[in-house]
Structures are given as structure tokens and as C-alpha cells.
């Protein structure tokens, strides 16, 4: 399993490499957000682990950017900043986890190993309706073989979709992928993330997939009658 890991600490980069080894990963290094995305998007790592503080482009703006690029590889961030608000930031920008400096090493490795137990690895390689077609593990969304970047809620969104395909998949069930138990989201949050997806997987010219079932949820496919 091929990994990668960005810090520009040569030290602490070769120690957490050599570690990952030991237990069987492939690991790729990096020392610059710029060299990291241009792996990242053409690559086929599982994993990222990023660090915080990099030179020129910190880690969170490069996770930020992978993320609107379509790039959804579960990333785990290391930092020593421990702020609630730091934290907060992190995973709202898409990150999936966060260890905080100093960490012991068998916890960065039970980390690694939760995120990728929750990752998309054990699933289909590719999920398709008509030319739409999504890879569960790369992360990487196509129509009509063109690479369409999408946010983090988008990907989630279209995913529960394409695992119903001609479906009607309920806005509850939605929103309990996305958001969990969280009782004070909007009910038009979902309507937004779904309007913005639409445009992107719905060019204009092309066969309309994404389909609203009015007062119930939404759903890929052919118009339902």
C-alpha cells in the first residue's frame, strides 16, 4: 500500500518513513506542497500524511486545493499546533484526522490504520451510471471520461447516489452521511451542496443524470415517471 508523506523536516520525515517501512507501506517523501500536489492528483497513493507547517504553501492551504481539485485521499494531518480552532479548521478544510506533535509513533500508526479501515479500499473500483463514473478509491469523479473537480461535501453527496443508482436516496439519509447528528444544519445546506453538484456532473449538452424527487430526496439515472 503506497502512501505519502509531505514534511520538509528531513529528520523527522526519514524517521516516520522508516517506521511505515517496517510495517509493510510504501511511502512516498515529499518536502513542498507544489511537489506534493502534482503527486497527489497523478499518483496512486492511499494516504496522505501532511504536515502543518511547510515552506512557501502550508499543509492546510494544499489540503484545501487538493480538495477542490477532486483529490478526496484521506489525509492526516501532523502539527504541533493543538488550538481547538486549529483543529476545527483542519478538518473543516477536508482533513480527516490531525495527530499533534509530539506523538508517539504507534499512535500516528493506529491512526493510519482507522483512516484506512474507513476508507474506500474494500469497495468497487468503479461505481458508473451511463457516463458518469466515480473510483471509491482514488477519489476521482469523470463524465463522459472528464475529470470533474469537486468539493468534499459534492464527492460525499454523489457518492450515496451512485451506490442507489434509478433510486430515490431520502435528504435524511443524505444528510446523516454528511453531517452526522448534527441538529443545526440548515435545511437548505443540502439543496446548495446538491445545486452546485448538479451543475458540475450535468454540463450543459449533456443528458441530465441528477434528478430531485420533490419533497423526498434525489437520485442518478433516467427521469423516474
Known sequence: MKLLLVEDDARTAQAIARGLREEGYVVDISTSA???????????????????????????????????????????????RDALADRVAALDTGVDDYVTKPFAFAELLARLRALLRRSDLSRPVVLSVEDLCIDPVRHRVTRNGVAVPLTLKE????????????????????????????SDVTSNALDAHVSHLRRKVDPPGAKRLLHTARGRGFYLGPAIE
Open 155 to 182: 464527492y460525499q453527496i454523489l457518492e450515496v447516489l451512485m451506490r442507489h443508482p434509478g433510486e430515490v436516496v431520502l435528504r435524511s439519509q443524505i444528510e446523516q452521511e454528511l453531517w452526522g447528528e448534527v
Open 34 to 80: 507544489e511537489d506534493a500536489e502534482a503527486l497527489a492528483t497523478g499518483g496512486d497513493h492511499r494516504l496522505l500524511i501532511v504536515d502543518w507547517y511547510l515552506p512557501a504553501k502550508d499543509g492546510l492551504a494544499m489540503c484545501r486545493d487538493l480538495r477542490r481539485q477532486g483529490v478526496m485521499v484521506p489525509i492526516l494531518m501532523l502539527t504541533a
